[in-house]
């Protein structure tokens, strides 16, 4: 459903300051029927004319509340930056890096200088120091690549890696049993690792724009699925984290089978963003470190077409 045919909340509460009431009607001019569904995903009950009618604590709890959502709701990405979602990424990372222009302290040796005010850069011991900083860096972006591995092995590449939304089933197996979005998490620590090759500045702007961004995600998403699943997917947000794992199991097993092959290939570029950085680690050569960054494209760009297409096929066999 385009954002356009949403209904907009309804509600109507006492302005903070006056005795005014602040309606919010509907795109259509109607009046919300208690346990309609609204744009939010949520029963209209909650958010209807009765709010108005409590007094005291009750009442600001409801503004509150209704304040909260309709915030989430703006914030959600529109159709064009779900689907341009890689793109958008990959902007992201390159603005950073072009940030240097601003920031010339390259990002791992602006810690380093933190750390160890006194140590020589360019001596045997910092240079020690710098390639360990560069090697976590690739530690953090495997940890990544691992975690989207584990993800795609349940909800599959066609799906992961599809630029149209898909909300018609709820996935509850593997890593969604800790946290409701590991594939948007799993981000963080990549960008992150990407990043220590990237000036201070620039390791900052892609790590909070890359946060920024995959939230805002998240709540699209989050909107589809209750719109398609319902009570289902109630119940699983009240149970499992949106952006933090547990540390246990939130809901039980699907009983889904993790399909390893196609979801290693589908990550493969994840993989080997991590060699680059890993590489840079160990020769500082960065011409070589864009070469295998460049390869991480390349295969992603074939790989995932054709696992596209070998799941297309399989789906349409009698």
Same mark, same amino acid.
Do not use: E, N
């Given at each position: 459903m385009r954002e356009h045919d949403l209904p907009k909340v309804r509600a109507c509460f006492r302005r903070p300051g006056t005795g005014k009431r602040l309606h919010l009607s509907n795109s259509r001019g109607a009046s919300a029927k @208690?346990?309609?569904r609204t744009a939010l995903g949520v029963e209209s009950y909650s958010l209807?004319? !009765?709010a108005c009618q409590f007094g005291g604590t009750k009442s600001r709890r409801g503004q509150e509340h209704l304040s909260h959502q309709w915030v989430l709701f703006k914030m959600r990405a529109s159709k064009f930056e779900f689907e341009q979602r890689f793109w958008i990424i990959g902007l992201i990372i390159s603005i950073g890096f072009f940030l240097y222009f601003a920031d010339p302290v390259n990002f791992a040796a602006g810690l380093l200088r933190l750390l160890a005010p006194t140590i020589d850069l360019d001596g045997a011991r910092g240079i020690f120091f710098l390639r360990l900083i560069f090697g976590a860096g690739a530690v953090l972006i495997f940890l990544a690549a691992m975690l989207r591995t584990w993800a795609t092995a349940y909800l599959r590449t066609e799906i992961v890696h599809d630029s149209s939304q898909h909300s018609e089933a709820l996935v509850a197996d593997g890593p969604f049993r800790y946290v409701r979005n590991p594939l948007y998490l799993a981000n963080l !620590?990549? +960008?992150a690792g990407i990043g220590v090759m990237a000036s201070r500045l620039g390791w900052l702007f892609m790590l909070v724009g890359t946060w920024v961004f995959v939230y805002r995600l998240i709540l699209r998403e989050e909107d589809g699925l209750l719109q398609s699943q319902g009570e289902s997917y109630r119940a699983y947000l009240k149970a499992v984290p949106r952006f933090w794992p547990a540390l246990? !199991?939130?809901v039980p097993s699907g009983g889904a089978q993790p399909r390893w092959g196609?979801?290693?290939g589908g990550e493969t570029?994840?993989?080997l963003f991590g060699v680059a950085v890993l590489c840079f680690a160990f020769s500082l050569n960065i011409k070589l470190t864009w070469i295998v960054f460049g390869a991480g494209f390349a295969v992603y760009f074939i +790989? +995932? @077409?054709l696992l596209g297409k070998r799941?297309?096929?399989s789906s349409t066999k009698p």
């Open positions: @208690p346990g309609s209807s004319l !009765p !620590p990549m +960008v246990a !199991p939130r196609q979801a290693i570029i994840f993989w +790989v +995932v @077409p799941a297309a096929a």
